[in-house]
Structure formats: structure tokens, C-alpha cells
């Protein structure tokens, strides 16, 4: 990005969201230049209005450009930032683990609900990535123990310091394994939650060049139907579970009635519920684990 002298905030936001504009893909220009800038300034996006006439330093605005070149290459604005709001929490991510999106509160949302008044709870969180799952339930549910599991070095590393940030890592273990291997398990819980890799392998091309270039395809491909992880989660929840014990997933916009039937096909459960996200869409499947 070139710019004459060092603008001001309120210039340099203006060049950097036309660069964007002039390109295609790029859904919220100005957003993600405001985002970006108030990152190197360490301010707020309206501290940005309110000092628009401010002018850059030299680093400053080297800094902010660098960044600028980099999102227009695609790259996610929380990999450039290293940080993702959710639930209200900002969460540690760089590229190897998912960027947490928002339709996942939603999960976090109902276990918080259905525990908030409950004492010693056990929830399980299987494929975590950055953690957002596991850090944000133990942060709202105070009397909750989670177990948190990934396969990956960079996910484990981002679960713990996302633990370590909010001064939870004593009610959350953080466990490295690839549970396509076989989980085991040496308690039972309350709850078995999970966001898995649920793209089918032949729609993984067709993500969105942000994602499909830069998130983690591991964290994606749920192979080739996109269902492999329900599969293998369901029977492991099938027996980890205590007697209604809750099983929460997060399912792509097409997979309701699939993931539905993976789990009426075990006997173990009851109370299949498919919930819409915001955007109308399925988005979660809750099911109870029956009496033994
Ligand atoms: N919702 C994510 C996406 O559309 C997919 C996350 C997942 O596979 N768990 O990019």
C-alpha cells in the first residue's frame, strides 16, 4: 500500500478499503481495514472514528500495510490479528486451527442453559481446535469440569493458552489424541460435545478462498459423505455418556436428517432435536442418552 507522507486514521482506512474494493471476494472491506488498524493501534474501532484526524507513525503505518497486503492475498483477518471473538471472549487462533464461527454458540449456548444451575458437571469437548467450545463453557458454567481433546500440536497449544487466558486451566484438560483411532475414555459425562470436521470431501474445492486457502483442511473434511466423525462420536457417546447425559453437535446446513439417523440407529438415545441456526439453516443436533 503505498501512501504520500503518513495519512491520517481516517485516510489511511479510506486508501486500504478501496484496495480491498477493488478486488473481488471481499464481503466487509471497511470492516476489516477498521479491524486491522485497530489491532496496530491497540484501540478500539470507535476510539478509530474518534480520532481520524490522527496521524500514523512511520512503523505504524508500515505495519498496517503489511497487514493490508496480507488480507488481500486472502488471508483470514483473525489469522493476521491472531485473535477471534466468541462468546464474548477473544480467543488465540493462528493458521492450523479453525477460526471459531459464531453459529457455534449456539451449542455452547444451550449446554449453558440446560447446566447453569447444576453442580459438578463433566463435559466432554471432542475436536476443540482453539478451544472456544471448552474455555467459553467452563468461563459461564462455574461448577463445570471439561476435557477438552484434539489431535493437532497447533490446536493443543491454542486450547491451552486459551485456557491459560482466562485463568481456567484447572477445570480444563486439555488431551491430545486422534479419536479416529479409537477414544478412550477413563470417566463417564454429563455431556459429549462436538464441532467435527464436517465438509465432504468433494465440497472442500468450493469453500470460500479464505477458508479453502488458508483454514486447516483437517478441521474441515468430514470425508466422503462428511460424516465420518458422527459416526465414530455417537458410539463413543453411546457408552460415555452418564444416563441422560446430553450429545451436542454442530452439523453442516444438509446434514440434519443424516446425522439424526446415526444417532436413532443406536439404541442408546432418545430425543433427537434439530435446531436452525440464525440464518434458518440446521446447525444442531442434541440428543439424550437413555437409561442403561
Ligand atoms: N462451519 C465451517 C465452515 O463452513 C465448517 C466447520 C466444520 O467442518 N466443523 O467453514
Not at 466432554?124 to 458454567?141: H, M, Q
Not at 488458508?214 to 466422503?224: R, T
Not at 432435536?273 to 439424550?288: H, N, P, Q, S, W
Request: net charge negative; aromatic share 8%.
Amino acid at each position: 500500500m503505498t501512501i504520500s507522507g503518513n495519512g491520517t486514521i481516517g485516510e489511511s482506512l479510506a486508501q486500504a478499503t478501496k484496495l480491498l474494493l477493488a478486488e473481488n471476494g471481499f464481503t466487509s472491506p471497511r470492516l476489516d481495514c477498521e479491524v486491522l488498524l485497530g489491532h496496530v493501534l491497540h484501540c478500539s474501532r470507535i476510539d478509530l472514528v474518534l480520532n481520524r484526524e490522527k496521524r500514523l507513525s512511520n512503523e505504524e503505518q508500515n505495519t498496517f500495510a503489511a497487514m493490508v497486503k496480507r488480507r488481500l492475498n486472502h488471508e483470514p483477518v483473525s489469522y493476521i490479528t491472531q485473535s477471534k471473538e466468541f462468546m464474548s471472549l477473544d480467543f488465540f487462533v493462528e493458521q492450523g486451527v479453525l477460526i471459531p464461527r459464531p453459529e457455534t454458540e449456539m451449542l455452547v449456548e444451550f449446554i449453558i442453559k440446560t447446566y447453569e444451575t447444576a453442580d459438578n458437571v463433566s463435559i466432554l469437548d471432542l475436536c476443540t481446535g482453539s478451544g472456544a467450545i471448552a474455555v467459553s463453557l467452563a468461563y459461564y458454567l462455574k461448577n463445570a469440569r471439561l476435557t477438552a481433546v484434539d489431535k493437532f500440536d497447533v490446536c493443543i497449544n491454542a486450547a491451552l493458552k486459551n485456557a491459560a487466558r482466562y485463568a481456567l486451566s484447572e477445570r480444563i484438560s486439555v488431551i491430545q489424541t486422534d479419536i479416529l483411532n479409537g477414544l478412550h475414555a477413563d470417566q463417564k459425562h454429563h455431556c459429549i460435545v462436538s464441532n467435527p470436521p464436517y465438509i465432504k470431501n468433494a465440497d472442500l474445492s468450493s469453500l470460500p478462498i479464505d477458508v479453502k486457502n488458508f483454514e486447516p483442511e483437517y478441521a474441515l473434511n468430514g470425508g466422503g459423505d462428511g460424516l465420518e466423525f458422527y459416526r465414530i462420536i455417537t458410539a463413543f457417546a453411546a457408552e460415555n455418556l452418564f444416563s441422560n447425559g446430553k450429545l451436542v453437535f454442530e452439523i453442516g446446513f444438509d446434514q440434519g436428517g443424516a446425522v439424526k439417523k446415526i444417532i436413532e440407529e443406536n439404541s442408546a438415545f432418545h430425543s433427537i432435536t434439530i435446531t436452525k441456526d440464525f440464518a434458518g439453516l440446521d446447525r444442531m443436533v442434541t440428543a439424550v442418552k437413555g437409561n442403561e
